[in-house]
């Protein structure tokens, strides 16, 4: 378990950390999420190691890192996966993936080492390319080596920096696909940092969103985002429509999971009630492979009283959009 007491972090007269606390458990996949300078990506980096912070306390299963040897070890549990990929060009994928043993004064070419990596490469799906350079590599296959080459050292956790922001959205799927199955069967805490709503909507059971270096809110994606109640978060997500009519009232309907996205509501209240309604908005999205959303209704004053009754009969979630 990774948990951080009250953060904070300054670069001269600009505080970018300011008193961040939060808690990530094992095994899960957490987000943090934000608009560019927000924090997200020091934030990571304080939690590595590579950057030092100015007060509060960063535990790791309880401990802080401490000294020297304390943070080196700690660096070694935590892999890195960058948006750069970081390869070098002169080393071919088994090289790539290779370089942290050499750092670490492991044997590379042992035969135990050799096991290793012809595992991560078939983990990583890319055993056809165990001797290919980066140059011949697209970039969905070389934030694969990069991947391979942050679990060689056998990490705990893996931290994802803007690791899919390069990448476009057909790869970009795949990739996360892959960093399931990584927390799936190796049991690895993974935390992604990323600006891209899809990231965390496909992977993260839990995210936090940044804003000018605070923690503005935390949750399950679906409750932080379909239903956003911070102006912040609401201007991040830009996606309710601001041409709603300005006559009769509006009324946004919310689908969670099976307890409303399967219920044909509009169809049931417009048939029970001998009403009309039009459809100003919709949107529904998965959110790891369960699907969460809202509609806009636009009805008439004087409908209002009987249409709210109704939802609200139906256990449907649902407000008075002003």
């Known amino acids: 378990m990774i948990e951080l007491q009250n953060v904070r972090k300054s670069f001269r007269d600009l505080t ?10 094992d095994h899960e996949i957490y987000g943090i999420v934000g608009q560019s300078g ?17 007060s509060g306390e960063i535990l790791v299963d309880g401990s802080p890192s401490g000294d020297k040897k304390s943070l080196r070890l700690l660096q070694k549990r935590m892999g890195m996966i960058f948006q750069s990929f970081n390869l070098l060009e002169r080393l071919d994928v088994y090289g790539n993936i290779a370089l942290p043993m050499k750092f670490w004064g492991q044997k590379p070419k042992s035969p135990e080492s050799r096991r290793k990596i012809e595992e991560l490469v078939r983990l990583v799906g890319l055993e056809d390319k165990l001797h290919a350079r980066p140059r011949e590599l697209s970039g969905g296959q070389k934030q694969r080596v990069a991947i391979a080459r942050a679990l060689v050292l056998d990490p705990q956790f893996l931290l ?8 476009d959205p057909e790869i970009t799927k795949e990739i996360l696909a892959l960093l399931q199955k990584i ?11 990323t600006h891209q709503m899809e990231v965390v909507k496909q992977i993260c059971s839990r995210v936090a969103f940044l804003y000018n270096g605070s923690v503005l809110s935390e949750g399950r994606p679906e409750e932080l985002f379909i239903r956003p109640k911070q102006p912040e978060i609401q201007a991040f997500l830009r996606d309710r429509s601001e041409l709603l009519p300005d006559t009769g009232v509006n009324i946004q309907i919310f689908f969670v999971g099976e307890e409303g ?11 029970e009630l001998g009403r009309d309604f039009s459809i100003c908005w919709a ?7 369960k699907v969460f959303g809202s509609l806009v209704l636009n009805i008439e004053e004087g409908d209002r009283e009987q249409v709210c009754n109704f939802l609200t009969s139906k256990n449907i979630t649902w407000e008075v959009l002003k």
Do not use: H, W
């Open 38 to 54: 927000a924090g997200k990506s020091t934030l990571l980096r304080c939690i590595n190691g590579l950057e030092p912070y100015d």
């Open 183 to 193: 927390n799936r069967e190796l049991g690895l805490t993974i935390v992604v940092v």
């Open 160 to 167: 994802c920096d803007e690791a899919t922001s390069a990448l």
């Open 283 to 289: 949107k529904l999205e998965d959110f790891r492979d």
């Open 16 to 25: 970018v950390l300011k008193g961040i606390s939060l808690k990530i458990e």
């Open 261 to 271: 996205s399967e219920q044909p509501v509009v169809t049931q209240m417009a048939r």
